[in-house]
């Protein structure tokens, strides 16, 4: 088990770079918050308190006790996605699972001091590891709250929902050790998603009783909190293609090697070791688990984007990779849900 301080290093670490970005929640009920290299950002180094915010939303995180973190990557269209699972056990992740509406009171635990007598309302979506809240100061949304505590929130006839998303509330994803605050209006139910911090909510995914995208790896027993998403090599924060940067892939495969799958990081050693030594594909039989097909996948797709002239390389990815619009099929839906689920942007 990783130690909470070496969580808190790596934490600290990564919310100093802009180039991060955080997410918690559920599979379908998502916060993320991410931020601009030159946005002006408030950074909290306490001891009950590890946290950035900016003007548009925040993430913090407090008692690392029983926090594992895992590393994992997965092959998706043309490319692949990487991230660090912050995971409690099963039997210690789970929130407080409202089923309707409910007043908190003030937000004692705000991340910026000027929030703190705000007024919390739970959601009461009863997801397991995270309580989906949203907080106020507007008497207007405070009475129209109020007069629906009790109900669930998408009940026939319940009007909350529509006075949150009129009055854009900060929205508050509460975890056991950590929490994700949004700052931002709640966009139209046709609008799109806005830049920086935002939260997703899918009612349809979320009745899954899914933690997690089936196409991400977590070890047996462990739920998925929250996320780090450290830079990417090929894309930025909005996943507009960028040079290929050598240092950014390295850095990702050493949190690989640290924390993530050991038999999986020994089969991306071996396919590397045998592609340098020009061996043919053979020699590292087809994978029948989807874990370790995209093991193969992202190793394959990262030596074609990091533009080293590789014989042999092509047959490779001809042997390993050539199923990827029929066998991704099932797989890279999976991706999809996974960018979706995270849902209706709010």
Known sequence: MTAPDDIRALL???????????????????????????EPVEHTDKTHLLAATTARGGIGFGDLTGVTPFASESATGQGWNHRIALCLPQTACAMNRRTALTELGPDGDALR?????????????DTLQVDICIRTSAPALIDALRAACGRPLFEAGNAAMAAIVAAGPHRVFITRFGRCEVYQPIPPADG???????????????????????????????????????????????????PFDA???EQFQDLLVRYGDAELVRLKQSVLAAIAAGAAPSTVPAPQDRFARHAVRATLRQLAASGDVLPGLS????????????????????????????????
């Not at 899914?210 to 977590?218: F, M, Q, S």
């Not at 066998?327 to 995270?342: E, N, P, S």
Request: charged fraction near 25%; proline fraction near 7%.
């Open 12 to 38: 600290r670490a990564h919310l100093a770079d802009p180039a991060s970005q955080w997410n918690l929640g559920t599979f379908g009920a998502i916060a993320e918050f991410m931020r601009d290299s030159n």
């Open 113 to 125: 001091e000027q929030d703190r007598e705000g007024l919390l309302f739970d959601m009461g979506l």
């Open 192 to 242: 799109k998603s806005p830049e920086g911090p935002h939260t997703h909510v899918l009612p349809k995914l979320m009745r899954s009783g899914r933690t997690h995208a089936a196409t991400e790896l977590v070890p047996a027993g462990l739920v998925p909190c929250a996320h780090l998403v450290p830079a990417h090599p090929v894309k930025d924060a909005m996943g507009r293609p960028t």
């Open 247 to 249: 240092t950014v892939q």
């Open 315 to 346: 047959t490779w990815i001809s042997a390993h990779d050539e199923r990827r619009a029929e066998d991704a099929g099932a797989d890279d839906a999976g991706a999809d849900d996974a960018a979706d689920a995270y849902g209706h942007a709010s």
